[in-house]
């Protein structure tokens, strides 16, 4: 079982993002078969700081969505460690991509939430294979957690 650490940066949704943290995580676990306990961070930036970090560790000198720091680096079938590590989330971008894809800002939290846990636990997209697994496994978590578009 996955638990986290949310760091929130004082961002004001609607909804209680440790709670929504704790559905995702115990849902990715059930469907990923994680029965030991690992622990990882969410933490909610601003758009400055989003843009900094992507720049600082990706080159890409703009603001992003979501950015995913492993400890370790991960195969989705391989041994985890126990500190998966931080997930980095744009409050702004979870606004402005609600409004984008016309959905709820719980919606787009989740998504984030979901797509950056996937990457601490060594999911991919950079080739068609392992974007069609990974894509398919974040919708499998939030139809099953009923947060749909």
Do not use: W
Not at 96 to 103: F, G, T, V
Request: charged fraction near 30%; glycine fraction near 4%; charge should be neutral.
């Amino acid at each position: 079982m996955i638990k986290s650490n949310v760091v929130d940066n004082q961002i004001h949704l609607g909804f209680n993002l440790y709670k929504l943290s704790k559905k995702i995580l115990k849902r990715t676990s059930k469907i990923l078969n994680i029965k030991t306990r690992h622990i990882m961070s969410y933490i909610f930036v601003d758009l400055e700081q989003i843009h900094r970090i992507n720049k600082e560790y990706r080159q890409k000198d703009a603001p992003t969505d979501v950015i995913s720091f492993a400890y370790v680096d991960a195969e989705p079938t391989g041994a985890l460690p126990y500190e998966l590590g931080d997930v980095f989330i744009c409050k702004e971008k979870i606004i402005a991509q609600a409004n984008e894809y016309q959905h709820s800002l719980l919606r787009e939290c989740s998504f984030l939430m979901t797509h950056g846990i996937l990457h601490l636990l060594g999911y991919n997209h950079e080739e068609k294979e392992e974007e069609k697994v990974m894509f398919d496994l974040q919708d499998r978590i939030l139809n099953e957690l009923k947060i749909t578009r």
